[in-house]
């Protein structure tokens, strides 16, 4: 099964501050990877697709790049609604992998 | 409006089984693969299962393959999992997931709100 390395595995931050984290494949996935949200006690929340395909409805402050192994979700200016924990999921190939995740704490 | 409604999750010893049930409403059921995604508590997210469009094409995770079963039943828009010889360590919140495919590896656009399986003696 393909590995998801996510870094860092949490960080603190203030409102309106830039944030990237980043997501590594232990195989090369093509563009085949997407970011999640998940607010406390919530289902998580679909914010990109395909590497950096905006899911109808994201705030465009979010945006994902990278190809083959190495990707990365920035955030530009953060918002309160933003402090949650971020997951990678590749859909490159079954069975899907998630990443262990990124928490974004208030600085 | 797109809807998932999972039921079923319950308090189950360790080598017992369940069916979990994910009702789908707001879209055309058989035209989308669904999956189960599973979170243990304070843990992270963990793919469990898929189905495609048909039902004609399941996958799971290494973890859970061969003690469960995915499956899909059209005609009641409703998608399924059995569990079966549980563990401790499959106690976890289970999401249902729509894939923005009809055979799925596209992501997952819409999530219920889960159902929680405990397993404990």
């Known amino acids: 099964a393909i590995q998801l390395t996510q870094s860092p595995s949490s960080l603190s931050a203030s409102v309106g501050d830039g944030v990237t984290i980043t997501c590594r494949a232990s195989q090369d996935i093509g563009n085949d990877l997407g970011w999640y949200q998940q607010r406390p006690g919530k289902a998580p929340k679909l914010l990109i697709y395909a590497t950096s395909s905006l899911q109808s409805g994201v705030p465009s402050r979010f945006s994902g790049s990278g190809s083959g192994t190495d990707f990365t979700l920035t955030i530009s200016g953060l918002q309160p609604e933003d402090f949650a924990t971020y997951y990678c999921l590749q859909d490159y190939n079954y069975p899907l992998t998630f990443g262990g995740g990124t928490k974004v704490e208030i600085k | 409006e797109v809807l998932l409604l999972e039921s079923g999750g319950d308090l189950v010893q360790p080598g017992g089984s369940l069916r979990l049930s994910c009702a789908a409403s707001g879209f055309t059921f058989n035209t989308y693969a669904m999956s189960w995604v599973r979170q243990a508590p304070g843990k992270g997210l963990e793919w469990v299962s898929g189905?495609?469009?048909?039902?004609?094409?399941?996958y799971y995770a290494d973890s859970v393959k061969g003690r469960f079963s995915i499956s899909r039943d059209s005609s009641k828009n409703t998608l399924y999992l059995q569990i079966n010889s549980l563990r401790a360590e499959d106690a976890a919140l289970y999401y249902c997931?729509?894939?923005?495919?009809?055979?799925?590896?596209?992501?997952?656009?819409?999530w219920g709100q889960g159902t929680l399986v405990t397993v404990s003696s």
């Open positions: 997931a729509r894939d923005r495919g009809n055979y799925g590896l596209a992501g997952f656009d819409y």
């Open positions: 189905i495609s469009d048909s039902g004609g094409r399941t």
